[in-house]
């Protein structure tokens, strides 16, 4: 079985395996006898592709992707009860006085990777407490599942479906200094003002900018190209409105946890594309003052017996329109989780598209809760845009 492998990039494992293996994958630690055929499928994947080490991948408190790695020979059944211990204050889980949780990997999210040469299978972890091997309450994965578990539990959704956006710069290179007496950043924009393909001043914005000014194309290519590889749908990808070097890779629908999943590794794949490209990649809320900021916002809606809820004969459901209430609602408590930092709220001010008012409302881009006009029929959704 040959697998079409980048020199660099990542590759789904559904696409490695026999059609009857790929259902297998989809199963969640149902029993012992399922952990072993998604164990063997991957063993055979291991020695069948000449993959030399196994990856695992758990964000941490602040959303940084962190990683361990292990020879492919430890990779063992045992790993899959046992796990791997770690430190969770590192991680800013837990105080160093009870440090101690494990990482149990997640079999159904593996994807393969080449880096330098070296091929690595790519798993997603869990994190158990260490003392009672239960799942961690603060584990991001494990707080996902629990929300479409209890849309299940009261009847109202089978599953809740997201589609995020991923808005980035680009840079030729960026400098830190930091002195005693000083301090200073400084950056230079892949497309800056004195470059000759230059986007300059476009009329209005270099949203969607023409090709021959388009400088990164060919680099978002690349990152979607891999993001696909890796068993992730990408919609679609263009320059954002920001002039100097502005990016926009936006997703398929996915179910939330395999979605969420997918948040994490496209952010990965941006930052390595550019390291290897030579060049710096930010997901910085507002890094360029004057310039557009970047924001990630996630159209959702939810399913019912296959059919989308959220799509009424004459527009949102009233079930839709009671969702939209709740994350107005609690839109102060949710901008703790989704503008963390003083920097994002410098993205958040009039004039640049964002989203400055608590309202929702059909296409309405400062709103925080946009309706796409666009979306019809079984496609109408919401796009919670803070």
């Not at 299978?121 to 991001?140: F, S």
Request: net charge negative.
């Amino acid at each position: 079985m040959k697998a079409r492998v980048a020199s660099s990039g990542a590759v789904g494992i559904r696409s490695l395996l026999p059609p009857e293996q790929c259902d297998i994958l989809e199963t969640h630690f149902l029993s012992e006898e399922v952990l072993m055929t998604d164990y063997e499928s991957l063993k055979h994947l291991i020695d069948d592709q000449g993959i030399e080490f196994v990856d695992f991948r758990v964000a941490d408190f602040v959303g940084r992707f962190r990683h361990l790695t292990i020879p492919s020979a430890r990779f063992t059944p045992s790993l899959l009860s046992d796990g791997l211990g770690f430190d969770g204050s590192n991680f800013g889980y837990r105080s160093v006085a009870g440090s101690d949780m494990i990482l149990i990997p997640d079999l159904s999210s593996a994807y393969m990777e080449e880096r330098s040469g070296v091929k690595i299978l790519t798993l997603i972890a869990d994190i158990r407490d260490a003392q009672t091997r239960g799942p961690a309450a603060i584990d991001p994965r494990g707080i996902a599942r629990a929300a479409v578990a209890y849309a299940r539990e009261l009847g109202i959704a089978d599953d809740i479906l997201a589609s995020p956006e991923f808005e980035f710069y680009v840079f030729d290179k960026v400098l830190f200094d930091t002195e005693n007496g000083a301090s200073c950043v400084e950056i230079h924009p892949a497309e800056a003002v004195d470059h000759r393909l230059s986007i300059g001043r476009l009329p209005y914005s270099a949203y969607h900018a023409p090709l021959h000014q388009d400088r990164l194309f060919e680099f978002r290519c690349e990152v979607a190209k891999q993001i696909e590889r890796a068993g992730i749908p990408v919609k679609y990808h263009h320059h954002e409105v920001g002039a100097f070097g502005q990016q926009e890779i936006e997703l398929g629908f996915d179910s939330l946890v395999r979605m969420a999943d997918a948040v994490f590794i496209v952010k990965s794949l941006v930052h390595n594309t550019a390291v290897e490209w030579g060049l710096t990649a930010t997901f910085l809320p507002k890094p360029i003052h004057g310039e557009a900021g970047n924001g990630m916002h996630l159209h959702q809606y939810m399913v019912k017996d296959g059919v989308n809820i959220f799509s009424g004969e004459d527009g949102l459901t009233d079930l839709a329109l009671c969702y939209v209430g709740g994350l107005l609602k609690h839109g102060r408590s949710l901008m703790a989780w989704t503008n963390p930092s003083t920097n994002s709220y410098r993205r958040l001010v009039p004039g640049y598209e964002a989203p400055v008012n608590l309202v929702f409302g059909s296409a309405n881009r400062t709103a925080a809760v946009r309706v796409p006009a666009y979306a019809r029929d079984d496609k109408r959704r919401i796009e919670l845009r803070t």
